[in-house]
Antibody, heavy 119, light 107 residues
Framework: QVQLQESGGGVVQPGRSLRLSCATSGFTFRTYAIHWVRQAPVKGLEWVAVISSDGSQTNFADSVSGRFTISRDNSKNTLYLQMNNLRVEDTAVYYC????????????WGPGTVVTVSS | DIQMTQSPSSLSASVGDRVTITCRASQTINSNLNWYQQKPGKAPKLLIYLASSLQSGVPSRFSGRRSGTDFTLTINALQPEDFATYFCQQSDITPQTFGQGTKVEMK
């Protein structure tokens, strides 16, 4: 079955960096765009970034643009989110989610990884 | 960015009730509106995509409808496992945006 599993979360000081990973299985990874969505404590959902199936196109929310990068290794069925210059307001649960190839709705999600930015 | 205005922010209902949640887009998004259910400590789960298509495995008591830029999620005959938070999301234009969520609580 389709599975996504995030890892790499933790506690980090403001200004530092963290790299999240999203390992996938159960589907043809190289044919799907993958998104990152985050949820701050007791808050709603915020879309963060997307990478196209071949990795040639990326897009970011304004709130993270210039600080976060997204990449993928289609040989390892794994997605990455490099987060630099972290801010307190980046504290959230980070989810990776698969985008439907035609309509881009998010049909499968990982369980999430917690990122806490605190001094 | 497209703003998604979801209402109500919370509601109280009983098992067997019919529940309706509304989402309004700030501009046309065609039918690229999706609904998710989230339970505490869990990832969101896709319920409805393209405004009215039921995701595989989702019970038929869930339904979605579009009227212009207004969208509704209806739960017929609410079940105990349906008490959760529901989010709408537009996937028409990047950045994708979500509604603020509706918490369905037990009356």
């Amino acid at each position: 079955q389709v599975q996504l599993q995030e890892s790499g979360g933790g506690v980090v000081q403001p200004g530092r960096s963290l790299r999240l990973s999203c390992a996938t299985s159960g589907f043809t990874f190289r044919t799907y765009a993958i998104h990152w969505v985050r949820q701050a404590p007791v808050k709603g959902l915020e879309w963060v970034a997307v990478i196209s199936s071949d990795g040639s196109q990326t897009n970011f929310a304004d709130s993270v643009s210039g600080r976060f990068t997204i990449s993928r290794d289609n040989s390892k069925n794994t997605l990455y989110l490099q987060m630099n210059n972290l801010r307190v307001e980046d504290t959230a649960v980070y989810y990776c989610a698969r985008g439907n190839p035609r309509w881009d709705y998010l049909d499968h999600w990982g369980p999430g990884t917690v990122v806490t930015v605190s001094s | 960015d497209i703003q998604m205005t979801q209402s109500p922010s919370s509601l109280s209902a009983s098992v067997g009730d019919r529940v309706t949640i509304t989402c309004r887009a700030s501009q046309t998004i065609n039918s690229n509106l999706n609904w998710y259910q989230q339970k505490p400590g869990k990832a969101p789960k896709l319920l409805i995509y393209l405004a009215s298509s039921l995701q595989s495995g989702v019970p038929s008591r869930f339904s979605g409808r579009r009227s212009g830029t207004d969208f509704t999620l209806t739960i017929n005959a609410l079940q105990p496992e349906d008490f959760a938070t529901y989010f709408c999301q537009q996937s028409d234009i990047t950045p994708q945006t979500f509604g603020q969520g509706t918490k369905v609580e037990m009356k």
